[in-house]
Nanobody, 117 residues
């Protein structure tokens, strides 16, 4: 199983980035897909998830600024991040979790997002 995240980078506060995560080795449409992040010295935290049917859930800290979406034909999940803030700086990780067995999940390698003030 591979979850290949990309799209991170350095952006000024107020700017936008779009993260992508391409999955292989899983039946993509059978998985909840999600994004999590980990800032230096902090625990990994939930950002957003999307069900195979397209229902979404967001943390309060990103609601209204970030949008998660998925393309089941391309086995890819996206995270559109707008109005970025310095506190959004973190390594962002893609996660796949089986719809049928939540104990089966996978992590991608992470992509760095840095927001300068």
């Amino acid at each position: 199983v591979q979850l290949q995240a990309s799209g991170g980078g350095l952006v000024q506060a107020g700017g936008s980035l779009r993260l992508s995560c391409a999955a292989s080795g899983i039946i993509f449409s059978d998985n909840f897909m999600g994004w999590y992040r980990q800032a230096p010295g902090k625990q990994r935290e939930f950002v957003a998830t999307i069900t195979r049917g397209g229902s979404t859930n967001y943390s309060d800290s990103v609601k209204g600024r970030f949008t998660i979406s998925r393309d089941n034909a391309k086995n890819t999940v996206y995270l559109q991040m707008n109005s970025l803030k310095p506190e959004d700086t973190a390594v962002y990780y893609c996660n796949a979790r089986s719809t049928y067995n939540p104990k089966i999940y996978y992590w991608g390698q992470g992509t760095q997002v840095t927001v300068s003030s």
